[in-house]
């Protein structure tokens, strides 16, 4: 087996459990390693780390899944690993009567870095993220048919992704039945999802949680306005919480269309109206008209190169969501992006409120469902986060 040797100082955070090593902390491979080649991760002193699937082309050429010399990294691994993730999620409640869509296999946080697998009805959506857990794609299928039989798994592996790691992408069913959308259920409201509406897995489940505290924060409400709504969960829960009015905005045509779709089909259609149009350009414009805003974007800073811009964009996105809210209302603040931890998301709050001459008073803080675990020594794992603030005049 090929060794990748580390360079002194850059072993701690692999030693303590961190699963990525980055190129920047390598000293050399050894033994001729090819893309998606099992290899061992060594300290300088040659003492074994852990190991895990090459990516040459990566940032991050090895993610951990094993820390010993023993385990086979075979059919019975992948199997083990699945059912483990399968048993945590039914220790969480998932599936229930109510809600069966959710993340099913979180990479990292369930031992299996570069797998993601969404659960949608019986339907599974998976996501390649290395060229490692690619070329194992085979045995990824066999272990999820094995343990859960599902009617199709559909491949939305990301295209850049893809590239980057050096592999052809899949597209659409790769097994199973023929599907053209993805069905669930989540605390009993239903979704229907096109497969051609392309958004991570197809939806973001990593919300629910919030989502449910949207629809208590929302009764009561009489104006709420879901900003980057995709297909309007957040409004769609809003209306169900009691609100009297919601305009969900989104600038994809497609979203906008599945949305109504999906509104109409909870029985809320009347009280949520979409409409297509850029996020920002409708948060500026409301000026003080909202009682909640919700504000959730895509990803601002995909690398931490970017986080500086993203700083910026994020305290203009504060500044506009405060100005569209009523004294005395709420604001839900959203950042899925892991290069921009809580401290400074709520920085951007402050600066953006101050900017628009409100005041901000944070309330509550929340972060991706537990169907999203975490290991503890892998803080970028942590990446999505939320602020629930009351806005007052200052």
């Known amino acids: 087996m090929s060794i990748v040797r580390l360079k002194p100082g850059h072993v701690q955070p692999v030693w303590m459990g961190h699963p990525w090593v980055y190129a920047q902390a390598i000293e050399r491979v050894e033994g001729g390693a090819t893309a998606g080649d099992e290899v061992s991760v060594v300290d300088p002193r040659g003492n074994l780390l852990g190991r895990g699937f090459y990516s040459p082309r990566s940032a991050i050429p090895v993610r951990i899944l094993v820390r010993d010399e023993k385990t086979r990294l075979d059919a019975s691994f992948f199997q083990a690993r699945i059912q483990r993730a399968i048993e945590l999620r039914a220790s969480l409640g998932f599936p229930s009567e109510h809600t069966d869509g959710f993340r099913l296999v979180h990479a990292e946080g369930d031992g299996l870095p570069g797998l993601v697998v969404d659960r949608f009805g019986d339907v599974l959506a998976v996501q390649f993220g290395t060229i490692g857990m690619k070329v194992r794609e085979a045995v990824v299928h066999e272990a999820l048919h094995a343990l859960l039989a599902p009617r199709a798994i559909v491949d939305r592996t990301s295209p ?210 537990a169907d999203h675990p975490v290991p503890a020594a892998f803080g970028e794992g942590l990446y999505l986060k939320a602020l629930v603030a009351r806005v007052d005049v200052r």
């Open 160 to 369: 850049q992704t893809a590239k980057t790691e050096g592999f052809d992408p899949s597209s659409g069913v790769v097994r199973g039945e023929q599907v053209s959308a993805l069905e669930f259920r989540e605390r009993g409201l239903r979704f229907r999802i096109p497969l051609d509406l392309g958004q991570k897995t197809g939806f973001y489940f990593d919300q629910r949680a919030l989502r449910g505290r949207v629809e208590q924060l929302a009764h009561g409400a009489a104006r709420v306005l879901d900003a980057y709504a995709f297909v309007g969960a957040f409004g769609i829960a809003a209306a169900r919480g009691g609100a009297r009015e919601v305009v969900a905005v989104d600038e994809s045509a497609r979203a906008v269309q599945v949305g109504a779709e999906c509104a109409a089909a909870n029985g809320v259609g009347d009280r949520v109206k979409f409409a297509r149009q850029d996020a920002r350009r409708a948060l500026a414009m409301a000026k003080g008209s909202f009682d909640l805003v919700i504000a959730d974007p895509p990803r601002l800073a995909p690398t931490r190169g970017a986080r500086e811009q993203a700083l910026i964009a994020y305290t203009r996105l504060a500044e506009n969501a405060c100005a569209a809210t009523k004294p005395g209302g709420t604001v839900v603040l959203c950042s899925c992006s892991a290069a921009i931890d809580l401290a400074a998301l709520t920085r951007a709050l402050a600066a953006g409120a101050t900017r628009a001459n409100l005041l901000p008073t944070v309330l509550e803080r929340w972060f991706q469902g």
